[in-house]
């Protein structure tokens, strides 16, 4: 399937506030040492949760590595975390295959943040404001870098929060 395929079947962003601590979130780096959102917190996040043997998840890790490096350090911050049981393993030579080496990944190799986050399907996105409040939730692969989804996000995070809290 095409990506333009793909975003054709795509649900629209999802802004149904859902409180819960997102703060609590612990994940991995690729080197093993320990992350999580809290590490975030005072910052714009656009968070994909995906897995090296989700297709479409493989499909969208591109653009979202554009999308990272196009923002060049302006928010939100762009990571990735991959829920692959067998962490880096099977996510560093996916990454060598896609040529994405400046993304910033995160491993989950438990599981954990698909509970955390009530997700459902992979991959999902979801955009947090500074301020920890869930802005925007994407299922689904998008073209991350291209304008029409630039500007959705910017829109996402300029409006004021509605409820939830990381």
């Given at each position: 399937?095409?990506?333009?395929?793909?975003?054709?079947?795509?649900?629209?962003?999802?802004?149904?506030?859902?409180?819960?601590?997102?703060?609590a979130?612990?994940?991995?780096r690729?080197?093993?040492?320990?992350?999580g959102l809290?590490?975030?917190?005072?910052?714009?996040?656009?968070?994909?949760?995906?897995?090296?043997?989700?297709?479409?998840?493989?499909?969208?890790?591109?653009?979202?590595?554009?999308?990272?490096?196009?923002?060049?350090?302006?928010?939100?911050a762009?990571?990735?975390?991959?829920?692959?049981r067998?962490g880096?393993?099977v996510?560093?030579?996916?990454?060598?295959?896609?040529?994405?080496?400046?993304?910033?990944?995160?491993?989950?190799p438990t599981?954990?943040?698909v509970?955390?986050?009530?997700?459902?399907?992979?991959?999902?996105?979801?955009?947090?404001?500074?301020?920890?409040?869930?802005?925007?939730?994407?299922?689904?692969?998008?073209?991350?870098?291209?304008?029409?989804?630039?500007?959705?996000?910017?829109?996402?995070?300029?409006?004021?929060?509605?409820?939830?809290?990381?």
């Open positions: 399937m095409t990506l333009a395929a793909a975003l054709s079947y795509a649900v629209v962003a999802d802004r149904t506030p859902r409180p819960r601590n997102a703060d979130l612990m994940f991995q690729l080197d093993g040492s320990a992350a809290a590490s975030f917190r005072g910052q714009a996040v656009l968070l994909t949760v995906w897995a090296t043997w989700c297709w479409s998840c493989r499909e969208e890790m591109p653009a979202l590595a554009r999308l990272h490096r196009s923002l060049d350090g302006r928010p939100p762009v990571i990735a975390l991959s829920v692959d067998d880096a393993e996510v560093e030579p996916l990454l060598d295959q896609l040529n994405i080496a400046d993304l910033p990944v995160y491993l989950d599981g954990a943040s509970g955390q986050l009530s997700i459902s399907g992979l991959p999902t996105t979801i955009l947090f404001g500074p301020d920890g409040s869930e802005r925007g939730r994407w299922f689904g692969v998008r073209a991350w870098d291209e304008k029409p989804m630039i500007d959705e996000i910017a829109a996402l995070l300029a409006r004021a929060p509605q409820g939830g809290a990381r």
